[in-house]
Structure formats: structure tokens, C-alpha cells
């Protein structure tokens, strides 16, 4: 059965941070990928990392801000988010992909496999 599990969410003030991580299991991915929904709007793309070659890949908003990293040991990809700002409040959810291409995959409708996601909230 293929799983992924979002965890570290919460409510933090404009400038702060939270670690995010992804616990994928049941399957091999080539890759993972966060994406953000907040209310009212469309899921988007926010930053992609693919294992073998441990490349990254960032929505121009989060550029500079975000940082996403793989932990081979543990199998989990984490997105470290800094200076966060309240347009950034959303419910992240990280996705599985099998493609080599994953970096360029931006779209929610290129992903199979989705976690149930994490709130993020940040106050002004």
C-alpha cells in the first residue's frame, strides 16, 4: 500500500519558520514533490527533489526562503521554510512521482500519489 505522511504543520508569525517532512512508504519513488492549496485557490507547485541526483527544483515565490532536502536513511523529503510570510498559509501536501522528469513536473495532474497534507498558517 502505497502512503505518504506529511508531518510538522502549525501556526507561526510572519518571519518565522517550520520544518516540513514527507514519509513515503509501499513504493519507490524517483522523487517527491510539495505542493500548496490555500482557500479558494488552486493546488500549486512549490519545490521538487529528485534522489539520484539530489536536484531541486523551486516555485519562484518561495525562491531564496524554502529549502528542500532527502534523507535517504530515514526516506523522508523535508522542506525547510524561513522568513515565512501569511500569503504562504495554505495546506502543503507532498506528491510521489516516478518520473525521471520530476523537476519539470509542476502540474498537480503529473502526480498519482499524494499525502493528506499539513496546515500551514502564518500571522501577521
Known amino acids: 500500500q502505497v502512503q505518504l505522511v506529511e508531518s510538522g504543520g502549525g501556526l507561526v508569525h510572519t518571519g518565522g519558520s517550520l520544518r516540513l517532512s514527507c514519509e513515503a512508504s509501499g513504493e519507490t519513488f524517483r522523487g517527491i514533490s510539495w505542493f500548496r492549496q490555500a482557500p479558494g485557490k488552486e493546488r500549486e507547485f512549490v519545490a521538487a527533489?529528485?534522489?539520484?541526483?539530489?536536484?531541486?527544483a523551486y516555485a519562484d515565490s518561495v525562491k531564496g526562503r524554502f529549502s528542500i532536502s532527502g534523507d535517504s536513511i530515514k526516506g523522508t523529503v523535508s522542506l525547510q521554510m524561513n522568513d515565512l510570510k501569511p500569503e504562504d498559509t495554505a495546506v502543503y501536501y507532498c506528491?510521489?512521482?516516478?518520473?525521471?522528469?520530476?523537476?519539470?513536473?509542476?502540474?498537480?495532474?503529473?502526480?498519482?500519489?499524494w499525502g493528506l497534507g499539513t496546515q500551514v498558517t502564518v500571522s501577521s
Open positions: 506528491a510521489g512521482s516516478m518520473s525521471r522528469y520530476i523537476l519539470n513536473r509542476r502540474s498537480p495532474s503529473e502526480y498519482d500519489w
Open positions: 527533489f529528485r534522489w539520484s541526483s539530489e536536484g531541486t
